[in-house]
């Protein structure tokens, strides 16, 4: 198939963009370079060490026998996007091409419109380029389980089934975001699923939980083929954080009491849910959710067993809880259905000693690239101006 | 009470600004004349002649002895509208500044584009500013009851409680918008249900109806004091066409069955759920939703009146079937709550023969500014491309 992967230069898109091209398909990637130039916003880095897109593609070519394609641009300028559908002519479109992070989107108005119009217009530009130039092309989009925020009740994949007053009717499932990168996503979902209705365009929208993990398949090939590995406290996910933090003689960060739970997933699962959802494509017309998670844990469950594997390691790791930087409830209901990419056969690496070890590995390969004072919160929900983007590092909460 | 009329020159803005000034408030106009530009694009215009903001505003002035504030400028731009809220300190904003037609938003990929984007950056720029400036003001914005769609339950005001697997909680209810217009207003409810819970502002969703009507009891005062009467295949609702269809001899045009059944009220009716709204507002961090009509009636219904109302009054009236331009269900259950207002002290104003004969009348002054060749649909739902705005005519579906 030929698949074109927008966002492919980004810390999940490149290793989809490999995998799908080992499998033996055609790859394109689309992508502006908007996460490289973030770092800079805040003076961040991986910790992983990365070569440049075409460096990586270069070297996946001479490794493999194998080569990618790399359209570089912004999905929001349509006199770019447009031509590069007409001319790679997708049967999938993967996209990852968006503004990822909820501390980013929560900075200040600039960076909360920014992040809303950037996610909101690529995704118009996409749907419109596919109902013009490859109507048959099916859409797979990156949401996230933070869309459905923390009901008292069952999260389903993307619909419910409701009884109300003697009649019954499935309906989208009632949405709660909690920042303006989740109500992007939110958005997103409400516009995907109105152009399969009248357009017939059909979409999978994936509604991942937080991804860990930096090892998949394509990327242990070669160190030039490795992936981003963020542990900022803008655009750092929790795990990676509490093990640089652990790494570091640094205590680790739980935000408030820690009880929010939350669907994660390891990054070799991302790969295969998306790769799964490829395969076995919807109808024309069809607007299917799935809920791309394998496990739930609360922040508290995680920095214990960091703390265990570190300790296990022989360092000593403290657990401070921090003022919560954010608004969201933290001891709560959660219980979301994740059946639909199992049932098409998804068979997922849980979370265990050896992957968290195996991280520890990744850290302490790198552990002289640690900025440490990147690490903690610098982005405050109550505020309506966070300077971090000001100073060029975080202020504390 | 400061109030602020953001599309204070618009359709409901200007009768809503007149309404509360005439009741004793102190009140501003934000306007930045997007809709008057808009009639340039289609080559079309309101059938009442309308006087400038400047020349309203003076008017109004003159006979009443009462003046209204009015900043020149586009919401979608901080640097105007900050200082405009630090300046005038309003007590309520009543948000009408948006794009508010469904074939607008779907004549192509720019007015979708557009539409989103204006709407979704002008009413974050309104909840930063309130944040910022002026965090005990009670936003009163304009949704939509097109923000439901129309689900195969019962529609409540906002919220539904609901029962799954045993546990219960009260959530969004699910929306189904049918145009990016109408998504447009759900993102925006759901951006704004956000920042009530973040910041605790206060806020009320109008989730209204189509209005119909001319005049108020403030237009009535002078012709200068006129308000908008749109009949053309963009901007006019229903009703209006209708009725000009009538007066121009032309058949009433029905999309499809006719049997798509929607919430109306008459333009009186939401100058006084405004007025209910601001003088009872929320609590700080509540997000309330009222849906504000009075009656349901299905498209068919209207046009049957309307012919028999015209040929009361000596005109023979037909009724075309057309197909649908739009994509929506033509017969469906529809039954939507609207108490809420009620139990605040709403005494609506139903449509009947007296109106609609006020309304004929209105139209028959204005005979010779008719322009047949705009009431047609021009834009079709199915189509990525209507020509409506390139040739500046509409396009027959």
């Excluded at 992040?115 to 949401?143: E, S």
Aim: glycine fraction near 8%; charged fraction near 20%; hydrophobic fraction near 40%.
């Amino acid at each position: 198939m030929r698949i074109m992967v927008l966002g492919g230069d980004g810390y999940l898109g490149w290793p989809t963009a490999m995998h799908l091209s080992g499998r033996g398909h055609t790859v394109a990637v689309v992508d502006n370079m908007a996460r490289r130039a973030w770092d800079y916003e805040f003076g961040a880095e991986s910790l992983t060490p990365l070569c440049s897109l075409q460096e990586r593609i270069a070297t996946w070519q001479t490794l493999t026998g194998r080569s990618i394609a790399a359209y570089i641009g912004d999905l929001t300028d349509y006199t770019f996007f447009e031509p590069a559908v007409r001319d790679f002519q997708p049967d999938a479109i993967v996209h990852y091409g968006e503004q990822r992070a909820a501390p980013y989107s929560m900075i200040d108005r600039r960076h909360a419109v920014f992040t809303q119009v950037n996610n909101i217009v690529g995704t118009l530009n996409v749907l419109y380029a596919i109902a013009d130039h490859v109507p048959d092309c099916h859409l797979v989009k990156l949401g996230t389980m933070g869309e459905y925020g923390t009901p008292n009740i069952d999260i389903e994949e993307g619909f419910i089934t409701i009884t109300h007053n003697g009649r019954t009717d499935t309906l989208p499932y009632p949405k709660q975001p909690g920042s303006f990168y989740h109500l992007s996503k939110v958005h997103d979902s409400h516009n995907i699923m109105f152009c399969c209705r009248i357009w017939g365009i059909r979409a999978t929208d994936l509604n991942q939980g937080v991804v860990y993990g930096v090892d998949t398949e394509e990327t242990a090939i070669d160190e030039r083929l490795a992936t981003r590995f963020d542990y900022d406290g803008v655009f750092g996910t929790v795990l990676n954080r509490f093990i640089v933090q652990a790494v570091a003689g640094l205590p680790l960060t739980v935000y408030g009491q820690g009880g929010q739970t939350r669907g994660f997933l390891d990054i070799r699962d991302t790969l295969a849910c998306v790769e799964l959802a490829i395969l076995n494509p919807p109808d024309k017309g069809e607007y299917r959710v799935f809920n791309q998670f394998t496990e739930q844990f609360n922040v508290l469950e995680l920095a214990q067993a960091v703390k265990a594997a570190g300790e296990e390691l022989g360092m000593p790791v403290m657990i401070h809880n921090l003022p919560n930087p954010r608004v969201e409830r933290e001891s709560h209901y959660y219980n979301a259905a994740h059946t639909k990419l199992l049932d098409l056969g998804l068979k997922p690496h849980y979370l265990n000693e050896t992957l968290i070890d195996s991280m520890f590995e990744v850290v302490q390969q790198h552990r002289s690239r640690i900025k440490e004072e990147l690490v903690m919160p610098g982005v405050d929900w109550r505020r309506t101006h966070n300077e971090v983007a000001v100073t060029g590092a975080p202020v504390a909460a």
